[in-house]
């Protein structure tokens, strides 16, 4: 299991910073709140497209594409080395 954990630099994650699992079955993303978190489990046959957003200064973006619903899934935060990583593990996994 690889496990990616974005920067505390930014605004909204200060405090609770979003998490993504890697592992066999698929990719997780967990975001922890105060009072609550939300966890999210994507199943590697439900991934229709993964997209990296990298600005010249500053942190990179993951966007996740589901075949269901035609959602996206962003988590932003990480270096552009952790995205690309990212993108190829599950690219080579759907």
Known sequence: MKIYTSSRLLDKNHIFPDSIYIDDSGVTIKRP???????????????????????????????????TQDREIKSNGFLKKEVKEMREIILNQI
């Open 33 to 67: 709140g105060l009072l609550s978190s939300k966890e999210e489990t994507i199943p590697f046959s439900k991934i229709s497209s993964v997209n990296i957003d990298c600005p010249m200064i500053g942190f990179s973006s993951i966007i996740i594409s589901t075949t």
